[in-house]
């Protein structure tokens, strides 16, 4: 299964709403998490099973879709937020994928 | 709390080995499949490898089947990979994390040089 990521990156400013599209080469049904990577660290996951928000993240995160396209939103971005994205599908059990990444930088 | 704690990288010359790890606390460890997944510098992520929580299966990715090993120790709360036959493009920061990626290790930095 391969996954990509739209777009690779973008220039947004605080408090702006951001939308990071993923999408699957085959249906994987809401088999998808999605993971903040910040420079030098690793990586975080904020949403799992496509819309499931992990606990102690923000509510300013969300995340929708099934089936081959699906999407994070930032809504009101903060300082904080300024960090790499990566979608990854866990349909092919045990085998997974990740999508390319969308870099988020700041305007 | 729940962590996980790589070690056992370092610099290496192409053709050789090195025998990465990682520690587990604050969980039972052999409840849960793990998995590595390695992040070349300034690339993006790919996974690599997958252990059952028994150990008898194990999954990895073409881009290193047939000389890496995945294995672990439930007594020992440790996961291992055994890197062989290393290349340039195998030069990457190697993370392990638990089962769906709900937890990582900071990491261990590998360098075929």
């Known amino acids: 299964i391969q996954m990509t990521q739209s777009p690779s990156s973008l220039s947004a400013s605080v408090g702006d709403t951001v939308t990071i599209t993923c999408r699957a080469s085959?249906?994987?049904?809401?088999?998808l998490n999605w993971y903040q990577q910040k420079p030098g660290k690793a990586p975080k996951r904020l949403v799992y099973?496509?819309?499931s928000l992990q606990s102690g993240v923000p509510s300013r995160f969300s995340g929708s879709g099934s089936g081959t396209e699906f999407s994070l939103t930032i809504s009101s971005l903060q300082p904080e937020d300024f960090a790499t994205y990566y979608c990854?599908?866990?349909?092919?059990?045990?085998?997974?994928?990740f999508g390319p990444g969308t870099k988020v930088d700041i305007k | 709390q729940v962590q996980l704690v790589e070690s056992g990288g370092g610099l290496v010359k192409p053709g050789g080995s090195l025998r990465l790890s990682c520690v587990a606390s604050g969980f039972t460890f052999s409840h849960y499949y793990m998995t590595w997944i390695r992040q070349a510098p300034g690339k993006g992520l790919e996974w690599i490898s997958y252990?059952?929580?028994?150990?008898?299966?194990?999954y990895y990715a073409d881009s290193v089947k047939g000389r890496f090993t995945i294995s672990r120790d439930n007594a020992k709360n440790s996961l291992y990979l055994q890197v062989n036959s290393l290349r340039a493009e195998d030069t990457a920061i190697y993370y392990c994390?638990?089962?769906?990626?709900?937890?990582w290790g900071k990491g261990t930095t590998v360098t075929v040089s």
């Open positions: 085959q249906d994987i049904r809401n088999d």
């Open positions: 994390a638990r089962a769906l990626m709900d937890v």
């Open positions: 099973a496509a819309s």
């Open positions: 990854l599908q866990h349909n092919s059990y045990p085998r997974f994928t």
């Open positions: 252990i059952s929580s028994s150990g008898n299966n194990v």
